[in-house]
């Protein structure tokens, strides 16, 4: 089946470093997502890119959808606390509307 | 706007019982409705596709009699699990559809179930 192969795992940085994870897979997909899931609660839209090549920003968040539409990053500039959390990428099959999610990235931050 | 609301936030059952999850679409018509399940440290994974009207769409390996779906109308979808036992415990998560937003799939905030 399709999967998303997300990386790295988890990050351990300093308040005020940049963050850069990224998401490939062996399948195409038309639109590529990007959400934040904090302990115990639902997945929150960060991202949302639809064409290949598209670079969206929100706020200090960048993400780009690869040119082959197999890959995907999402860069986060000058991190805080409250960026604490664990970050997915997913890919939305579509027709089905279903979403296939990577690994997830856990993002922790010293201050 | 793109609002889902899920209920209960967790529930504590005793193995052998029942247990329902609503998934309502606040201020949209949700045609498509999703549910998922989350064990701890790992990722979403999709249990069934649900359409206003008719039959839920399960993912390959969830048992569709032991996790029932109606979606009766395009603000309400229910999950119930039958006969729960430990290892249903888990985060289950629904997700809503429309075709009038630009952005798909909002998430409802998910529904810790820990079977006793």
């Known amino acids: 089946g399709q999967q998303l192969n997300q990386s790295p795992q988890s990050m351990f940085i300093q308040e005020g470093e940049d963050v850069s994870m990224n998401c490939t897979s062996s399948?195409?997909?038309?639109?590529w997502l990007w959400y934040k899931q904090d302990p115990g609660e639902g997945p929150v839209l960060l991202i949302a890119?639809?064409?290949?090549?598209e670079l969206t920003s929100n706020g200090r968040l960048t993400a780009q959808f690869g040119i082959t539409r197999k890959d995907s990053f999402l860069n986060i500039s000058a991190s805080i606390p409250s960026d604490v959390g664990i970050y997915f990428c997913?890919?939305?099959?579509?027709?089905?509307?279903?979403?296939?999610f990577g690994q997830g990235t856990r993002l922790t931050i010293n201050p | 706007g793109a609002v889902v609301s899920q209920h209960p936030s967790w529930v504590i059952c005793k193995s052998g019982t029942s247990v329902k999850i609503e998934c309502r679409s606040l201020d949209f018509q949700a045609t498509t409705m999703f549910w998922y399940r989350q064990f701890p440290k790992q990722s979403l994974m999709l249990m069934a596709t649900?359409?206003?009207?008719?039959?839920?769409?399960?993912e390959q390996g969830v048992e569709k009699d032991k996790f029932l779906i109606n979606h009766a109308s395009l603000t309400l979808s229910t999950l119930t699990v039958t006969s729960a036992h430990p290892e249903d415990s888990s985060f289950y998560i629904c997700?809503?559809?429309?075709?009038?937003?630009?952005?798909?799939?909002?998430f409802g905030n998910g529904t810790r179930l820990t079977v006793t």
């Open positions: 890119l639809y064409k290949a090549g």
């Open positions: 997913a890919g939305l099959v579509q027709g089905a509307q279903k979403l296939v």
């Open positions: 997700s809503a559809y429309s075709s009038s937003y630009n952005s798909p799939l909002h």
């Open positions: 399948s195409i997909f038309n639109t």
């Open positions: 649900s359409n206003e009207g008719s039959k839920a769409t399960y």
